[in-house]
Nanobody, 135 residues
Framework: EVQLVQSGGGSVQAGGSLRLSCAAS????????YGWFRQNPQKGREGIAG???????NYEDSVKGRFTISLDNFENILYLEMNSLKPEDSGVYLC?????????????????????????????WGQGTRVTVSS
């Protein structure tokens, strides 16, 4: 079992920055593949960033170049640095942990027309934190 406790988020104007954190505890030796997901009424829940234990990361196209996912393997804390925020980035952000990779190491999508970051089928989720970007 894994516990994921999120912090960060809030409200910011367009063009601003925020950082989200996700502290993991429990069986992190097994559930060592992490991702960030965004949920809003327009798109539902989508994976936006994922990272492997070796630091290889991948992103959903709309956040590439603006968001950075990182993992402190010593403290077991996952981060999402979000820059140049846009109103369409608004939503509830959730971190997740899985025992299988959420991204492909070669940076490609999982299948034609599919996501860069797959949704965990049997993973664990943080409690969610709201991000609101005003124009």
């Amino acid at each position: 079992e894994v516990q994921l406790v999120q912090s960060g988020g809030g409200s910011v104007q367009a063009g601003g920055s925020l950082r989200l954190s996700c502290a993991a505890s429990g069986d992190t030796d097994t559930y060592k593949y992490y991702g960030w997901f965004r949920q809003n009424p327009q798109k539902g829940r989508e994976g936006i960033a994922g990272i492997n234990p070796d630091g290889i990361a991948n992103y959903e196209d709309s956040v590439k170049g603006r968001f950075t996912i990182s993992l402190d393997n010593f403290e077991n804390i996952l981060y999402l640095e979000m820059n140049s925020l846009k109103p369409e980035d608004s939503g509830v952000y959730l971190c997740a942990a899985d025992y299988r990779p959420l991204i492909k190491a070669d940076g490609t999508i999982w299948y034609p027309g599919g996501p860069s970051v797959r949704t965990p089928l049997n993973g664990y989720w943080g409690q969610g934190t709201r991000v609101t970007v005003s124009s």
